[in-house]
């Protein structure tokens, strides 16, 4: 089974600080995630979760070509509540935007102690960071990957404590700052283009103006850094 980048790149994670056996993939995508993860010896056992029918039906068709029935089982349902009495070691939420991701982790917090959390929101990152924080999430390592022409962040997370983070760390990760690799400058030299486009089209007196341009010289400072 190959996956895309975004998704070997999450399983990568999930290895790296694989802890336990049992995965939960929640919002699964075709189930290609924890079918990759289990046939691949990563986990021994997977659920793979989601709310619609038709989308746990295409996991269904997944896990049986791969003959995968009895080691990934599939579950209806919204957000955690397929496992919430269930043994999870492992949790995956990808491919969401942020603020459902934290409506997802909001309605169960109670449930979530031990294990590690593997979080890839497609917008809103800034938010689930300071939610993550503001609930002692800590963020134990962060990554990012190019997939078809959009660069996406991936955050490792379990139940600690409330780190020391800033503004900045929440829009542009504690972790990945640190680093500041060539895919970080390649994410944040696009954005910093589009906010430089979206003040031309801008009279200084809209309402929008100082917003967007704050925003630009917030970018401009972590891209100055970079080089």
């Not at 993939?25 to 010896?41: E, F, K, R």
């Not at 909001?106 to 917008?123: G, P, T, V």
């Not at 939610?131 to 991936?154: M, P, Q, R, T």
Request: charged residues 25%; negative net charge.
């Amino acid at each position: 089974m190959k996956l895309s980048k975004r998704l070997q790149a999450i399983a990568d994670l999930i290895e790296k600080y694989k802890q336990g056996s049992i995965l939960a993939d929640i919002g699964t995508d075709h189930a290609y995630l924890p079918c990759y993860l289990v046939s691949h010896n990563i986990v021994d056992f997977a659920y793979a979760c989601d709310i619609a029918k038709g989308p746990l039906q295409a996991s269904i068709d997944t896990i049986e070509s791969y003959n995968l029935i009895g080691q990934v089982n599939p579950l209806l349902g919204g957000g955690l509540m397929p496992i919430v009495d269930k043994k999870v070691d492992m949790i995956s939420i990808c491919g969401m935007g942020g603020k459902l991701t934290i409506d997802i982790l909001a309605e169960h917090l109670s449930y979530i102690k031990d294990q590690y959390l593997f979080l890839q929101s497609n917008i809103g990152v800034d938010l689930l960071r300071e939610f993550l924080n503001d609930n002692s999430f800590e963020i134990i390592d962060e990554a990012l990957v190019k997939d078809a022409n959009h660069i996406y962040e991936i955050l490792v997370v379990k139940r600690g404590k409330k780190q020391d983070l800033t503004h900045l760390d929440y829009i542009f990760g504690p972790i990945l700052r640190q680093h500041k690799t060539d895919l970080y400058k390649e994410k944040w030299t696009y954005q910093y283009n589009i906010q430089n486009k979206i003040l031309e089209s801008l009279d200084k007196n809209h309402i929008k103006y100082k917003e967007v341009y704050d925003f630009k010289t917030l970018i401009e400072g972590e891209i100055y850094d970079c080089k």
